[in-house]
């Protein structure tokens, strides 16, 4: 994915808690697509709306993306530590503001990735994860995440088609097949905040499920 600036708000946003909805996913599920078309439909529905994405986010974080993606390996411990450094930048310079200024937030990654990627796929302990968690975002926690899930060659099969593969992309079918695993154990774990949706749906069925399920969870939309 070609970086992108966070995305706009409306300028006149009410003040008040902002509602924060993530997007998870192995490679090439949809998640650019989804948050794309969910924010377009959320300001279509009069909300104000920030589309986002991690690693980056933030001038600080967008740095530490080159660095993740750029760099490495890294041990898995320096490698988390570095998304929760980006995440920090992220959430107190672009996602608390928000939220505190009344705006919806559209997250396309967040910290369910690093105990998918970090965790379930190079053996991060899920307590260094909450540790990272409580030390960089304090109480703050999604309040919607949507799970994209799609068989890893399928969204294999999407990203290298763009033919520009990072090194995760590069790891082989057993690290997807965990990283796939630990998302659907997340959701498992946790289904009051997340959702699993059937990512190798047409875009639209996506949308569509996607959009029932905030409806259902969050409210605010007609
Ligand atoms: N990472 C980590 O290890 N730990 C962390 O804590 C965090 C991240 C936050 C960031 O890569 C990498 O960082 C990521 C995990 C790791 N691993 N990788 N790679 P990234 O930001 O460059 O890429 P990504 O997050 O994985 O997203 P992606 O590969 O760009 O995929 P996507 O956003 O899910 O998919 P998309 O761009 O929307 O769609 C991909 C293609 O499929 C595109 O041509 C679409 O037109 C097509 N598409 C989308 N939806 C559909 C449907 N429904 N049907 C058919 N075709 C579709």
Redesign the pocket.
């Given at each position: 994915?070609a970086p992108e600036a966070p995305g706009s708000s409306t300028p006149e946003a009410p003040a008040g808690p902002g509602r924060f909805i993530t997007?998870e996913?192995?490679?090439?599920?949809?998640?650019?697509?989804?948050?794309?078309a969910l924010a377009a439909a959320l300001a279509g529905a009069g909300l104000p709306v920030l589309r986002t994405?991690?690693?980056?986010g933030a001038p600080g974080a967008e740095a530490v993306?080159g660095l993740?993606?750029g760099q490495g390996p890294w041990d898995p411990v320096a490698?988390?530590m570095l998304?929760?450094a980006?995440?920090r930048e992220h959430v107190a310079r672009t996602i608390a503001p928000a939220l505190e200024a009344g705006i919806w937030v559209v997250c396309?990654?967040?910290?369910?990735?690093?105990?998918?990627?970090?965790g379930a796929?190079?053996g991060l302990s899920r307590a260094v994860w909450e540790g990272l968690c409580d030390l960089a975002l304090g109480p703050l926690r999604p309040e919607l995440t949507l799970v994209?899930d799609?068989p890893p060659d399928r969204?294999m099969g999407?990203?290298l088609?763009?033919g520009d593969?990072?090194?995760?992309?590069m790891q082989g079918p057993e690290f997807h097949a965990r990283?796939r695993a630990g998302f659907l154990a997340i959701a498992e774990a946790e289904s009051g905040r997340c959702a699993v949706l059937d990512?190798?749906?047409?875009?639209e069925?996506?949308l569509a499920a996607a959009l029932e399920t905030v409806r259902a969870r969050l409210g605010g939309l007609a």
């Amino acid at each position: 994915m070609a970086p992108e600036a966070p995305g706009s708000s409306t300028p006149e946003a009410p003040a008040g808690p902002g509602r924060f909805i993530t997007l998870e996913g192995g490679e090439g599920a949809g998640k650019t697509t989804l948050s794309r078309a969910l924010a377009a439909a959320l300001a279509g529905a009069g909300l104000p709306v920030l589309r986002t994405r991690e690693p980056g986010g933030a001038p600080g974080a967008e740095a530490v993306r080159g660095l993740i993606l750029g760099q490495g390996p890294w041990d898995p411990v320096a490698e988390a530590m570095l998304h929760f450094a980006a995440r920090r930048e992220h959430v107190a310079r672009t996602i608390a503001p928000a939220l505190e200024a009344g705006i919806w937030v559209v997250c396309d990654r967040f910290a369910d990735s690093t105990l998918a990627y970090q965790g379930a796929g190079q053996g991060l302990s899920r307590a260094v994860w909450e540790g990272l968690c409580d030390l960089a975002l304090g109480p703050l926690r999604p309040e919607l995440t949507l799970v994209l899930d799609l068989p890893p060659d399928r969204g294999m099969g999407r990203a290298l088609s763009r033919g520009d593969a990072n090194r995760y992309e590069m790891q082989g079918p057993e690290f997807h097949a965990r990283v796939r695993a630990g998302f659907l154990a997340i959701a498992e774990a946790e289904s009051g905040r997340c959702a699993v949706l059937d990512a190798a749906a047409r875009p639209e069925a996506v949308l569509a499920a996607a959009l029932e399920t905030v409806r259902a969870r969050l409210g605010g939309l007609a």
